[in-house]
């Protein structure tokens, strides 16, 4: 398994694990308790507009059990879908490389599948494979629960229909610090520079530069290690593909991303990124940023106690006024054929009622904050309280807004992750290639020659892609 592909099923994991999850537990009179001894009430959930699916069951396939087992308790979703709609859901066990596979034969074989884990290939591959239907007779959109993710899915509404409702956002790509390095190296903090608006490319390349000028040759120093280029690429707002509505267009030549690939060709030229992998901020003082999402920060703040961790979202464009943040979605798909549409838009509201209600947001913050120990009594993870309040704002519009680039959902052409530059996606190319020339050997130097050698290949996939919604 490749590195992005275990780094994808550790974000998919934890995704699910915080945006579907928040708490939950056993039920009494009400309750809800979660193995952490976080309670909440589970009664005051207004369902007068809702379908009776009392009794009903959904049948869930996916390489994870949405179902709680040994001591590991119910999530908030799953307590309300069972004790509030009075509906179960069955697991369905497949792999993550078997997964789709195994969704293509029970549709086609018959079988019952209700709801699927949403990826980036749903939208439009997965839809002209035949393999979803849309929510649009089973969600009503202008329902106030919706307030905050409503313009996703519209983002995400394809050949007019809503095959993506987000319940959440989740996993922002984001930049892991030491505030007490940044005041050893005599560096401003970024959290500050993010309240000023001030934190942006510049500011970061400024920081960096200064960082690994600063060493006295004794030691190796990195500007930034982790997962970020695609990072850089969506900080732009802009996308590979383009669509309207009614077509796709190849926007690969756009100026903004052209900008991005510019910086990540300086970061390269002057050696700031080292691509050793990490799960975590580095403790021993070699580097400045440490780029993934937070589902990291819990260890790196284990693993660095001295070094007042923190978190920013990725540095803005300097000629944007907007930041604009690379996210994953809490979602799920209704399966092709399948007769549970009610009951899947209603699990898709408990997720959503998981994620906005004050009492499951504030139980959900309880537990996040629980240290995790191991059997020795060692702190494995923590997370601050002050690092998770601020962490909350990124996922307000009104502060960050969030990008999805459908050239993701393409097919294999576009996206697939290889360690070879010729059988790697577009997508992936473009978002990395040049910062790991060594890793993939044969990337050539400069964007200009990765465009011109990609840009047909967008133009080919995207004209089959317009071909099937004409059709």
């Avoid at 207004?46 to 087992?69: C, E, H, R």
């Amino acid at each position: 398994m490749s590195k992005l592909k275990r780094l994808l099923a550790v974000i998919t994991a934890v995704s699910m694990t915080f945006a579907i999850s928040g708490c939950g537990g056993e039920s009494s009179e009400g309750w809800l308790k979660s193995g952490d001894d976080v309670s909440i009430a589970s009664d005051g959930i207004d369902k007068t507009k809702d379908k009776d699916i009392s009794g009903q069951t959904i049948y869930w396939m996916a390489p994870y059990d949405l179902n709680p087992t040994g001591t590991a308790d119910r999530s908030v979703a799953l307590s309300l879908f069972e004790d509030v709609y009075g509906a179960k859901i069955e697991y369905i066990a497949t792999t993550s490389d078997s997964k789709f596979d195994d969704l293509a034969n029970r549709i086609n074989g018959g079988d019952q599948v209700d709801m699927f884990p949403y990826e980036w290939d749903a939208v439009p591959n997965g839809v002209t494979k035949g393999m979803y239907d849309p929510l649009d007779d089973y969600i009503d959109l202008s329902d106030p629960v919706w307030d905050g993710v409503r313009d996703y899915a519209e983002m995400f509404k394809y050949n007019g229909h809503y095959y993506v409702v987000p319940f959440a956002l989740s996993d922002p790509l984001a930049v892991t610090y030491s505030r007490a390095l940044m005041e050893e190296e005599g560096l401003k903090d970024p959290y500050e520079l993010y309240q000023k608006g001030e934190w942006n490319w510049n500011t970061f390349m400024d920081m960096m530069k200064q960082f690994t000028s600063n060493g006295d040759g004794s030691e190796t120093r990195y500007g930034i290690r982790g997962w970020f280029g695609q990072a850089i690429l969506q900080s732009t707002g802009d996308t590979v593909v383009k669509y309207d509505g009614k077509k796709f267009t190849n926007n690969i030549m756009s100026a903004n991303i052209e900008r991005a690939e510019h910086l990540q060709e300086e970061i390269s030229k002057l050696g700031l990124y080292d691509p050793t992998w990490f799960s975590y901020f580095p403790e021993d003082g070699s580097t400045l940023f440490y780029a993934m999402a937070p589902w990291s920060l819990g260890e790196s703040n284990a693993k660095n106690p001295d070094g007042d961790i923190f978190i920013v979202p990725f540095p803005k464009d300097p000629e944007s006024d907007t930041y604009y943040l690379n996210m994953n979605y809490g979602a799920v798909m209704l399966v092709h054929g399948s007769k549970m549409g009610d009951a899947v838009a209603t699990y898709i509201k408990c997720s959503r009622l998981a994620e906005t209600e004050e009492q499951y947001k504030k139980a959900a913050k309880e537990k996040a904050l629980i240290e995790n120990k191991n059997a020795q009594g060692k702190v494995t993870s923590v997370i601050t309280e002050e690092q998770y309040d601020f962490m909350q704002t990124w996922y307000d519009p009104n502060n960050i807004k969030c990008v999805f680039d459908f050239g993701y959902g393409m097919g294999s052409l576009m996206y697939n992750e290889t360690y070879a530059y010729e059988t790697r996606g577009v997508m992936n190319n473009c978002a990395d290639a040049i910062l790991n020339q060594v890793q993939y050997e044969g990337t050539p130097d400069t964007w200009t020659e990765i465009r011109s050698q990609w840009s047909s290949v967008v133009d080919s996939v995207i004209a089959d892609y317009n071909a099937k919604l004409e059709n």
